[in-house]
């Protein structure tokens, strides 16, 4: 029942391993999924967002408004620290109970945790193993551009809010190149699958 925590910064291919990992059988837990999830309209995490950031970050139905949150914290690490003070014990709980559930449903499951977040929320959970998506910040920035319609200035910003490449890099047990073809992308991703057993075996011998 090995449990994986996938990672990597905005635009690093991240969401393209969860999906192969998925189509090998992995049970993919998403983090970002589950932030929604507790900030849903009349949840305790919504209720107390709106506390501490004001009401008019709710929409006049009652749901979350993430622009205009972001609108207050992003770029200030005090209000970025307020909001992860509500929202990530909820969001460390509710994961707590999908992994729970995947394993109930098969003892055998591989689940991998997509969170963006690791480096600053998750490193010292027990992962089996941690995997980093990684591609060079001038391919990450590219990629919001073009594919996603940022300016160049939003990209850089973007990244620049995240943790250096080289803090989740450090975190890692295996490093996906994801700067590469797609194709080579995708195999590495097979490599790794086929190879899980032994990665883990040796990460648990290592850690005496």
């Not at 029942?1 to 990992?21: D, E, N, V, W, Y």
């Not at 394993?103 to 995997?131: H, K, M, Q, T």
């Not at 910040?137 to 939003?154: H, K, N, P, Y």
């Amino acid at each position: 029942m090995p449990l994986l925590a996938l990672t990597g910064g905005i635009a690093s291919g991240k969401s393209t391993i969860a999906r192969r990992l998925g189509d090998h059988g992995a049970v993919v837990v998403d983090a970002d999924a589950i932030v929604r999830d507790v900030q849903r309209e009349g949840s305790p995490v919504l209720q107390a967002l709106a506390a501490e950031f004001g009401g008019d970050i709710l929409r006049a139905d009652g749901t979350l408004d993430r622009a205009a949150l972001a609108g207050r914290t992003f770029g200030d690490p005090a209000a970025v620290a307020r909001l992860n003070a509500i929202v990530h014990p909820a969001v460390r709980a509710e994961s707590a109970r999908r992994f729970a559930e995947a394993f109930a449903a098969d003892p055998r499951a591989v689940v991998v945790y997509d969170v963006p977040l690791l480096a600053e929320a998750r490193s010292d959970d027990p992962w089996d193993l941690i995997v980093v998506a990684h591609a060079p910040a001038d391919v990450r920035r590219r990629r919001l551009i073009d594919l996603r319609g940022f300016t160049e200035s939003d990209a850089s910003a973007r990244i620049a809010a995240q943790v250096p490449d080289d803090v989740r890099l450090a975190l890692a047990d295996v490093v996906v190149d994801t700067a590469a073809p797609l194709a080579e992308t995708l195999s590495q991703v097979d490599r790794l699958w086929q190879e899980l057993p032994g990665l883990i075996a040796r990460k648990k011998a290592a850690q005496g």
